[in-house]
């Protein structure tokens, strides 16, 4: 480890906290529906699209429309998205001329950027056209993010209205994020990129020679504006097999150190937005600073163990840190905080293969996501699911002082805690099924590249990428199957909907109470104890779920390591 290293994380997290206010303001002006400086452009064409789709923005929904609607929506995309897979050889931009998608890669793919997981089992740029980069994924990285935030504006409603039957209007919510936030910012974000050396073209490739005079084809393009939302959208899904180790996706350290903010600045920024909606920011600051801490010991245990490297290779002589499967223009430091970034934020973009970290280094990426992506986590899907581990926080602080639970106002009674319960048990119930199955079929032990613990490692990292809406994995395992692209897709499915559905009904159940002003008696969610709670609750329940897969996969990887034993 070294004090570059180090002080570049403690940058990272600097900007990030400057930037939470600003950027939680203007999340609290489109969660209000208030007009923004943007509104004087964008406006019209804001009126434009609900008279085009006669939408009333002023009409209310109740949680149940709010869930059908959304459902509807992801549904028509995923289909849509189908298709354009199926006909890609059909349909313009093909400059390479590549054939369609067979039919489950192409429901595998269109599952994954429905969901905002962005999982590819195919390479980019072997695969897919122009059009299909363009039209059936980069849209919904606008869309998928956009559907993530409109969530967790839904929740903040169900905690700061009082004796209300509504939580909004899904299609105001989703225009609103779409045009005043998510565009302007990739427009910016792309221009910085292409600025940065990345292609934005609709050329298919180029030919060069090489400086020893080989003639080599590289492929190129529209990379720039989907390397934007891609990051910003916590998609993470890339143009190139390689992702953000691609020199064309992410050129330098500059673009590195961009890319890893703008994968948390909307995450931050929703934080300070929740207590702005409740009426009180310093709840947002508790709920970061829980984050924070969680996001602080990863980070400090991963890049503790890639820098310390390997023992096997040190005991053959090979000194110093990991470097296996790392981009020389990132080095230890950089790439160990991007694998911790992308993993806490839902992203699943990579500058490193996750498969060459040590075993401990490779665990913190797994075990982010096994939280339940809530360590800042996607945009939206992070904080809402953090607001879940906080209702059972209270309803575990009720039990201690023997009160009714309440949270910013709100009594928390059986069903919330009920509900909550069902939303983060999806998560391990669908990873360690999935991965059981995955782990005892003839199909499923074709996948992975390594055997023993690591092999087991890498099944279990792929259905808790899938699950958790991640995308990343340990790159050994060969998922274009059949049997992986079927039962991935349904994972991904689940992982995202499944959780929503009771997350949304909490929202409309706390939107029809009225409004509990707290005593002396209450218990306060403002403070280090009740970050420390926070902490304890996210750890105990998302973390001991997983502890049999943990000791069977990365644990029993580290253990032959240091008994003189590669993977």
Not at 483 to 498: C, E, Q
Request: charged content about 10%; overall charge neutral.
């Amino acid at each position: 480890m070294t004090f570059s290293g180090w002080l570049l994380i403690i940058a990272f997290v600097g900007i990030l906290l400057a930037l939470t206010k600003p950027i939680g303001l203007w999340l609290f002006a489109l969660y209000e529906g208030r007009r923004t400086p943007l509104h004087t452009v964008l406006g019209p064409v804001e009126r434009g699209f609900y008279r085009l789709s006669g939408i009333n923005p002023n009409e209310e929904q109740s949680w149940r429309r709010y869930a059908v609607h959304m459902l509807i929506f992801n549904t028509a995309l995923l289909l849509f998205t189908y298709v354009v897979l199926r006909l890609q050889a059909h349909l313009p931009l093909n400059p390479l001329g590549f054939g369609p998608l067979n039919e489950p890669l192409s429901f595998n793919t269109a599952v994954s950027f429905t969901t905002n997981t962005n999982w590819q089992s195919y390479s980019g740029e072997s695969t897919m056209s122009n059009l299909s980069q363009m039209l059936g994924l980069t849209i919904h990285n606008f869309l998928s993010a956009a559907t993530g935030i409109a969530l967790a504006f839904a929740f903040f409603r169900g905690f700061a209205r009082r004796s209300s039957a509504t939580i909004g209007n899904f299609w105001a919510d989703m225009t609103r994020i779409t045009l005043y936030l998510l565009l302007p910012i990739c427009i910016v974000y792309a221009l910085f990129l292409i600025g940065s050396g990345v292609p934005q073209t609709l050329a298919g490739s180029v030919d060069v020679t090489t400086l020893e005079g080989a003639k080599q084809t590289l492929a190129l393009g529209p990379v720039a504006s989907q390397e934007a939302i891609k990051m910003l959208g916590t998609n993470g899904g890339g143009f190139f097999n390689a992702n953000s180790a691609h020199p064309f996706e992410n050129p330098s350290a500059l673009t590195n150190f961009v890319q890893m903010l703008s994968i948390f600045l909307i995450g931050f920024g929703l934080t300070w937005t929740f207590g702005k909606a409740v009426g009180n920011t310093r709840q947002g600051w508790a709920i970061l600073s829980a984050m924070l801490i969680l996001f602080l010991a990863g980070v400090s245990l991963t890049y503790w163990q890639e820098a310390a490297g390997n023992p096997v290779l040190h005991h053959l002589g090979a000194l110093g840190g990991n470097m296996e499967g790392k981009e020389v223009r990132f080095g230890i430091a950089a790439s160990a905080l991007f694998s911790v970034v992308t993993t806490a934020a839902s992203c699943g973009a990579v500058n490193a293969m996750h498969d060459s970290f040590t075993a401990l280094g490779g665990l913190i990426p797994m075990f982010n996501m096994q939280l339940g992506e809530v360590v800042v986590g996607g945009v939206g899907a992070g904080i809402y699911g953090f607001l879940l581990f906080a209702i059972l926080a209270v309803f575990v602080a009720g039990l201690m002082v023997g009160r009714t639970p309440e949270y910013v106002g709100k009594k928390i009674e059986g069903k919330e805690v009920k509900l909550a319960v069902l939303a983060i048990a999806v998560l391990p119930l669908t990873i360690l099924g999935c991965s059981a199955i995955a782990s005892v079929t003839t199909a499923g032990l074709a996948g992975p590249l390594n055997k023993g613990p690591h092999g087991f490692s890498e099944i279990l990292y792929a259905f808790t990428s899938a699950v958790a809406n991640n995308g990343s994995a340990f790159a050994g395992i060969s998922a274009n199957t059949p049997f992986y692209n079927g039962l991935l897709g349904v994972a991904m499915w689940i992982g995202r909907f499944f959780i929503i559905i009771p997350m949304l009904a909490i929202a409309g159940s706390l939107a029809a109470k009225k409004y509990t002003p707290e005593t002396a008696g209450s218990f306060p969610t403002t403070g280090p104890l009740w970050t420390g709670l926070l902490v304890g609750i996210v750890l105990i329940v998302g973390g001991l779920t997983f502890l049999p897969g943990l000791a069977l996969g990365p644990i029993a990887d580290h253990l032959a390591m240091i008994n003189g034993q590669l993977f």
